[in-house]
């Protein structure tokens, strides 16, 4: 169960940095 969670965080994380790259870069 935790490394379910841990999972989930992880892609949450790497979802969220690819759209604070995508927010930043204009095209």
């Known amino acids: 169960m935790k490394?379910?969670?841990t999972l989930?965080?992880?892609d949450f994380i790497e979802f969220f940095k690819l759209n604070t790259t995508r927010f930043k870069k204009p095209y």
Do not use: A, E, P
Request: glycine share 0%.
């Open 3 to 5: 490394s379910f969670l």
């Open 8 to 10: 989930i965080y992880v």
